[in-house]
T-cell receptor, first 115, second 111 residues
């Protein structure tokens, strides 16, 4: 157990809908990262938040957004869902801003199925 | 951005033999190279990482080597065991955030 928690574990929804995925980092970690893992795209970095502020952006679609709250938990919002958004969504956390001595620890993931 | 290629995509080894997975990267500024192991339906777990100021790092049966000139790094697993069966991902980044992952190698250890 990495100490990173994610809810829900599974999510089934329909195209066009909006969902929110939640992540709580390890105690003391200030950074949260979101990743999407799909069969065709592999594991892709979406976005990083550090202490409430967006820090780095990867291949995140405009239909997706994220935020990190004062208690450091983070939410990933996916809207206007398409079939291709079906994937495993992982969050990870690290202690600081992402410095050279840091390690990312992954949560158990949320499996999203868009029908 | 960074582009990481990983080979082979699948690897089958006899228990007790060694397994080697190789990755190449494109961005010469990358200086952090972690390896993650992911069992079916579970989270990626960091198994070892290396930074560009060292050429090799070992942790029991696992070792990673880095050649910055050639921009490639490799994972070596010795004396493989059935519990080593999993998907292994390499990654590269200038910083531990914004990791770029390889496509993964499915390792099967035959008993």
């Amino acid at each position: 157990d990495s100490g990173v928690t994610q809810t829900p574990k599974h999510l089934i929804t329909a195209t066009g809908q909006r969902v929110t995925l939640r992540c709580s980092p390890r105690s003391g970690d200030l950074s949260v990262y979101w990743y999407q893992q799909s069969l065709d795209q592999g594991l892709q970095f979406l976005i990083q938040y550090y202490n409430g502020e967006e820090r780095a952006k990867g291949n995140i679609l405009e239909r997706f957004s994220a935020q990190q709250f004062p208690d450091l938990h983070s939410e990933l919002n996916l809207s206007s869902l398409e079939l291709g958004d079906s994937a495993l969504y992982f969050c990870a956390s690290s202690v600081g801003v992402g410095g050279p001595e840091e390690t990312q620890y992954f949560g158990p993931g949320t499996r999203l199925l868009v029908l | 951005g960074e582009n990481v290629e990983q080979h082979p995509s699948t690897l089958s080894v006899q228990e007790g033999d060694s397994a080697v997975i190789k990755c190449t990267y494109s961005d010469s500024a990358s200086n952090y190279f972690p390896w993650y192991k992911q069992e079916l339906g579970k989270r990626p777990q960091l198994i070892i990482d290396i930074r560009s100021n060292v050429g090799e790092k070992k942790d029991q049966r696992i070792a990673v080597t880095l050649n910055k000139t050639a921009k490639h790094f490799s994972l070596h697993i010795t004396e493989t065991q059935p519990e080593d069966s999993a998907v292994y991902f390499c990654a590269a980044a200038e910083r531990p955030y914004k990791l770029s992952f390889g496509a993964g190698t499915t390792v099967t250890v035959r008993a």
